[in-house]
């Protein structure tokens, strides 16, 4: 499901970034009391009364001259754009202000749904004498302090009972799948190509497309598929122009909602530190990842060229050595035929379970060939191994004490795990628990 997406917007210094860390409960903008301080838009997750959505924190829009005002605009603009609900942040302890005006006019013309907010009513007074913010014709304003949290569930009630209505819902067995990946990369050329018919467009330009594309399609095996085509994404710091400016919050829903994705490399230009982000989404989420190697038509190959670039991508992303790699050609359709089946393997990898008694089978063999680390004169104990979940497979091994598990033992039962069963394309996730 798309999670909705709330955005606080204002002038200047009236403490977005105070109320932004205190509904997501973690300081995570930076806090001081100038303006300007937040200048790009701040991600997060947050949620109230068991209805979660993403929350944007913006810099203080200004209209006054320069290249920072202008950008702090700009990036202020692109998170109303995405947003599904505003809020307003206006300051009791300055007044309704010009700037305020000019801020509600912006909103009024978003056409999206807009809830003002008075923040730094500290006290009686100010919490009722908020009548001025009325002329701003944004509905009734709402007395908060972010500092002391007061008014702080009002508000949230206010922003949840706006929340649009419609469900992404997909049936059981449909297997959703993203395409991601930088800009120009030839996603939006393999999406057409999986499809055979021309779904998406294509330029030779970066940024062509500008928003996650969802495709349902059925496979010639009669598999159902949903193919999800992401816009390209770009470092944050230049998102704010104006054919990337959905690129980063549209790929994480994207990737949000996929079981598998497919990471886009581009054999004609190698590997790039973008690429790395990307994956690091994906990784990140937990979700099966195969790497497409495209444009494998371009470059001058001999018989050693494909391993040679497996171990390119083996060196530049060694987290991702569980994903399988396929080198393709949306050009010539090279290979592309392989990646439904592929998708549908990886699938099936994410969800599948181990029973309780293999898994501690697999535990004492296990510690025959490597003895459980002796940390500080103190040495780990592994008593019992079981599965909690799956997509993406996680583990629990009880043990003596959860700090003796080092990373490196977590990665050794990992690989005996990939050794004993069928974990390709799929993170798994090692979690230690004290036996009680």
């Known amino acids: ?25 973690q300081r995570l903008a930076i806090v001081e009391d100038k303006p300007g301080v937040t200048r790009d838009r701040n991600y997060a997750s947050a949620s109230w009364l068991g209805h979660k959505f993403d929350l944007i924190d913006t810099g203080g829009i200004t209209w006054e001259d320069g290249q920072i005002e202008e950008e702090i605009r700009a990036q202020a603009e692109i998170a109303i754009e995405e947003a599904d609900i505003i809020i307003m942040l206006t300051d009791a302890t300055n007044r309704l202000t010009s700037l305020d005006e000019r801020v509600a006019q912006l909103l009024y013309r978003s056409k999206k749904p807009v809830i003002l907010a008075v923040n730094k009513a500290d006290n009686p007074e100010q919490r009722t004498d908020i009548y001025e913010f009325y002329s701003l014709g944004l509905g009734d304003p709402l007395p908060i302090s972010s500092s002391h949290g007061t008014g702080i569930g009002d508000l949230l009630d206010a922003v949840v009972e706006k929340f ?26 393999i999406v ?3 499809l055979g018919e021309q779904r998406v467009i294509v330029a030779n330009e970066e940024g062509t497309t500008r928003d996650a594309i969802d495709t349902p399609f059925v496979s010639a095996e009669g598999d159902k598929f949903r193919l999800i085509d992401t816009a390209g994404i770009r470092r944050r710091g230049k998102v704010w122009e104006k054919t990337e400016k959905y690129s980063v919050l549209r790929a994480q829903a994207a990737i949000s909602r996929s079981d598998v994705v497919l990471l886009v490399l581009d054999a004609s230009t190698g590997i790039r530190e973008q690429d790395k982000h990307v994956a690091g989404l994906a990784h990140e989420e937990g979700r099966g990842i195969i790497i497409v190697v495209n444009k494998w038509d371009l470059p001058k190959k001999d018989s050693y060229s494909m391993s040679d670039f497996e171990k390119v991508i083996g060196s530049e992303f060694q987290y991702l050595d569980y994903a399988p790699i396929v080198f393709v050609s949306a050009l010539t359709g090279q290979r592309l035929e392989q990646l439904p089946e592929l998708v549908k393997e990886v699938h099936a990898n994410l969800n599948q379970r181990i029973q309780s008694s293999v898994l ?14 002796m940390i500080k004169g103190k040495r780990l104990r592994v008593y019992y191994m079981t599965q909690v979940a799956s997509n993406p497979p996680t583990f629990v091994v009880f043990v003596n004490d959860p700090e ?12 005996q795990l990939r050794q004993n069963f069928d974990f390709r394309g799929v993170p798994i996730k090692i979690i230690g628990r004290k036996r009680k």
């Open 1 to 25: 499901m798309v999670l909705p997406v709330v955005a606080i917007v204002g002038r200047p210094n009236v403490g977005k970034s105070t109320l932004f860390n205190r509904i997501i409960n």
């Open 164 to 189: 649009p209505e419609k469900a992404d819902v997909v049936e059981d067995d449909t297997i959703s799948f993203s395409v991601i990946g930088r800009p120009n990369v030839g996603k939006s050329s």
């Open 192 to 194: 057409n190509k999986l």
């Open 360 to 373: 501690n089978d697999l535990l004492i063999e296990a510690s025959k060939l490597v003895p459980a680390p």
């Open 404 to 415: 003796l598990m080092h990373f490196s033992y977590q990665r050794f039962l990992i690989n």
